[in-house]
């Protein structure tokens, strides 16, 4: 890999008359996050132009959303998303839940510091904000980045925290939605896990099915979200997917975000469960829901 081949590279790509998109497709999609990174730098160094600013100049639409998403140092993009969540009119429940649920203690708390340091304030504060009722409260506790992210078990009180679980929904009129909230946002994998398993035998059905009896809209979705990703991190991406392209039109500011920020994590194994939960591969759903080069630099992300 040498990062000023590369610079040079992608300056011909843009240089004169057109752009080769094809030419910056499979440059940036050979290369992971931190090389990118290293471009970066090395087109301004021997260059003396702005890598990022230059795509935008080229570049439109979808597939200039993905490009720069790739350009992005990771917890820069996921900060971004964040705030794009929050801008303006309307809110992007989803991905605000979406981000949130499924990073670990050490991402969410670089997030806190590249949040504050980028716009002057923190997290918290847009949340609270932007959100309200036991939908804000389950988001806050989620950003503190503050989960028991231990592996041990303690028997006794998953079976107490099952049964905690089941009197604050089936067995009541009415939900103590805290309780979900306190268990569901602080325990670890693993004993939640156990809890799942324990809450199964007491309430005779599956905790996520309580979840969508007793709850409705965006505490519904988060705290769905927090199961799903404590049972298979993998499985709730495939699904987030399968989501932002089935029936009409297609939920394309989800498709970009899953598609650049776990393409070097986990996409191998969302492929894996894409085809196992919908009996088609996310290769073939990609083909049929975009076209041109967005749907050519998502194929090769999602090459994985």
Sequence with gaps: ????????????????????????????????????????????STIGRDLIDDLKSELSGHFERVIIGMMTPTTMYDVHELRRAMKGAGTDEGCLIEILASRSNAEIRRINDSYKLQYGRTLEEDLVSDTSAMFRRVLVSLATGNRDEGTYVDDALAQQDAQCLYEAGEKKWGTDEVQFMAILCTRNRCHLLRVFDAYRGIANKDITDSIKSEMSGDLEDALLAVVKCMRNKPA??????????????????TLIRVMV???????????????AMYGKSLHSFIKGD???????????????
């Design 1 to 44: 890999f040498s990062a000023e081949q590369e610079a040079q590279a992608l300056r011909k790509a843009m240089k004169g008359f057109g752009t080769d998109e094809d030419a910056i497709i499979e440059i940036l999609t050979k290369l992971n996050s931190s090389q990118r990174q290293q471009v970066l730098i090395t087109y301004k």
């Design 236 to 253: 709730y991406f495939a699904e987030r997917l399968y989501k932002s392209m089935k029936g009409l039109g297609t939920d394309d500011s």
């Design 261 to 275: 920020s776990r393409s070097e994590v986990d996409m191998l194994d969302i492929r894996r469960e894409f085809l």
């Design 290 to 304: 975009c076209s041109g080069d967005y749907r050519k630099v998502l194929l090769r992300l999602c090459g994985g």
